[in-house]
């Protein structure tokens, strides 16, 4: 009896120290972060910046993969079915986490149920931007020539399900054009290029890869679809204040894994990405951009999590009617 008890004992000491062991070990390689839009868009910046950051929290390098396709949902499927061993990581957001599952009803991934939630990484503002020489001056101007000759604007976004094509949708609906022509990118990062060269006529993205654009007056803004102006683009007016009060949305970006990710791995990517918000640099960087810094009850996994089913709610009896269409 006495033999089993220190057997036991010994047994249960051993688990210890390999559960200690486990947990001290994570991260032993480097991680990879899905990025599932092609590079030079909101998801694609938002991404390096952050995790060129948590790189140095977490002791190993977090590498950024482009996995582009079907509206950001080819990335994270990969990402969300992976091994559950933080080794793969997925930045999401409103489109591929609260959007996609109203719009893909085959959706191999469930973001309510069927994943972990790391955090919130940045809420971005969504602006309706367009080539720089389109014809009308102001949203009032856009809205009236849009409606008048839906035939001659091309919108652009990054595949159904993705932000732009969810912001787009919500505003050609407001506007009651929604058959208008739009054209399919795998990321707003192309988009971007084809809307700077004057092929497409506008888009709706955040605020992360066109603020620049703006500054350099490459494409122009009518409007900003928060309730405040950004103070990264302060003179471009609120769609309250342009004439159009009731197109209203807030985008965000944040980071999941796959369900079953072991907790003291979870703990070690949801601190990084805490450190990461907290860095004097990141803010920076994403502050320039118009990135708003999430409070920190906004970046913890439930409240990430809270923000996604909120906004799932939201979207879906729109967008399932807006692709029934
Ligand atoms: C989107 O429209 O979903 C994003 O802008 C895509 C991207 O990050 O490129």
Redo the contacts with the bound molecule.
């Keep these: 009896m006495k033999k089993l008890v220190y057997g036991l004992a010994a047994a249960l000491a051993l688990t210890a120290a390999g559960g200690a062991l486990a947990q001290s070990k994570y991260p032993e390689k480097p991680i990879t972060m899905i990025?599932p839009?092609?590079a030079?868009?909101?998801?694609?910046i938002i991404a390096r910046i952050v995790s060129e950051n948590m790189s140095k929290t977490l002791g190993q390098q977090v590498v950024v993969e482009n996995v582009a396709g079907a509206?950001?949902t080819t990335g994270i499927t990969r990402a969300l079915t992976a091994a559950p061993d933080g080794y793969t990581i997925a930045m999401g957001?409103l489109?591929t986490f609260s959007a996609a599952p109203s719009t893909y009803p085959n959706l191999k991934y469930d973001p309510i149920n069927g994943m972990q939630t790391i955090g919130l990484a940045g809420g971005t503002p969504i602006l309706i931007v367009a080539k720089k020489d389109f014809a009308p001056k102001d949203l009032k101007e856009f809205v009236a020539f849009v409606k008048a000759n839906p035939d001659k604007v091309n919108e652009a976004?990054?595949?159904v399900g993705?932000?732009?094509?969810t912001t787009c949708t919500l505003l050609k609906g407001q506007l009651g054009v929604p058959k208008l022509n739009s054209v399919a990118y795998r990321?707003?990062?192309p988009a971007l290029n084809d809307l700077v060269s004057g092929q497409i006529e506008f888009m709706c993205?955040?605020i992360v890869?066109v603020a620049e654009q703006v500054k350099a007056k490459t494409i122009k803004a009518y409007a900003i679809a928060s309730a405040e102006r950004s103070p990264a683009l302060p003179d471009v007016p609120t769609t309250k204040e342009a004439g159009l009060p009731e197109y209203q949305i807030e985008a965000w970006n944040g980071i999941a894994a796959p369900k079953g990710t072991p907790k003291d791995v979870v703990d070690k990517l949801v601190d990084a990405l805490d450190k990461a918000l907290n860095d004097e640099g990141v803010k920076k960087r994403l502050l320039d951009l118009g990135t708003v810094i999430p409070t920190a009850a906004e970046r913890t996994p439930d409240g990430f999590a809270a923000l996604i089913k909120r906004d799932a709610d939201k979207l879906t009896p729109v967008l399932s009617a807006a692709v029934k269409q």
Aim: glycine share 32%; proline share 4%.
């Design positions: 990025v839009f092609a030079g868009g909101p998801t694609d509206g950001g957001h489109g976004h990054a595949g993705s932000v732009s094509w990321g707003t990062g993205d955040q890869s």
